[in-house]
């Protein structure tokens, strides 16, 4: 079961006690709804989402309301509320409408509003993360909020909510291991490496993508042991461009059976080294 399934299972309006989420604060609940509304009309939703991206904005005086003790509490009380339109602003990143320049438009102005409120989202982003269907605008928010090194252990945090096994969805697993493709981090090879052997064809691509792209020679034992299996074609084409890259070899143990994995393009010398035939 993917880390989708687990969590449709058991997503619903009330936590495991039973107990309802708090209501949202009036000047945010004036405008959650429209703002994550296709049917509404375009010019009603984006003054919803114009609406709580003003809200997701810090205070202009947030210095000289800190020193005195009821300025204190109108920043946590406007902390609060960023917080909450954040949380709303995350729900027009759901669906996609036509023309796509319109869609791009709204999704650009909740994105910009929701960096407004600052490292305050991470742990409502964490749990919309854990549920949507795409990670493509959660993943941008990361990078433009936290340094690389953060970035890449969220990522990896995300992705270990995920095993190998068949899941129905696994969009958002792939993308996250086709995003770990863009980091080099001495964290990811070894994270990744469960993934190499994934029921899930572009979740295994991605996988030897992210992989290689940490340039480890530790990574050769188990990219001979998957390819020496594998049956996608793309895939392990990907092993012999990348091994031909790095100029990495294979074991002479594994030549007979990598040999016979080998595509028509590609031979494997008398040091272990791939080239391509011709």
């Known amino acids: 079961m993917g880390f989708w399934d687990f969590l449709k299972r058991g ?23 429209k703002a994550a509304d296709k049917r509404a009309q375009n010019y009603d939703r984006q003054e919803a989402i114009a609406a709580l991206a003003d809200l997701c904005q810090p205070l202009t005086d947030e ?9 204190k509490i109108q920043l946590e009380e406007h902390g609060a509320a960023q917080i909450e339109a954040a949380t709303a602003l995350f ?5 996609v409408m036509d023309p796509s320049i319109t869609d791009q438009e709204e999704k650009q102005l909740a994105f910009d509003g929701i960096m407004g409120a600052g490292k305050g989202i991470l742990i409502p982003l964490r749990a919309y993360a854990a549920k949507t269907e795409s990670l493509g605008w959660p993943m941008r928010i990361l990078k433009a909020l936290l340094h690389e090194d953060e970035v890449v252990a ?22 996250l291991l086709s995003q770990l493709e863009e980091h080099k981090d001495p964290a990811i090879r070894e994270a990744v490496a469960p993934f190499l052997m994934d029921v899930n064809e572009p979740s295994r691509f991605h996988a030897v993508g992210a992989t290689l792209a940490q340039d480890d020679p530790a990574a050769i034992p188990a990219l001979v042991d998957m390819f020496i299996d594998e049956e996608s074609l793309r895939i392990r084409n990907r092993v012999c461009e990348g091994f031909m890259t790095r100029g990495w070899a294979f074991p002479e143990e594994s030549w007979p059976d990598a040999r016979k994995s080998l595509s028509s393009e590609y031979t494997i010398d008398g040091e272990g080294l791939v080239r391509k035939r011709g």
């Open 154 to 175: 969220e990522l990896l945090e995300w992705l270990s909510k995920w095993d190998t096994e068949y899941a129905k969805f696994v969009d958002p697993k792939v993308q």
């Open 63 to 71: 210095a000289e309301l800190a020193k005195t003790d009821k300025g």
């Open 91 to 95: 729900k027009r990143f759901n669906f």
């Open 11 to 33: 997503d619903n309006k009330s936590d495991k006690l039973g107990h309802k989420p708090a209501p949202l604060r009036k000047e945010v609940a004036r405008w959650a709804d």
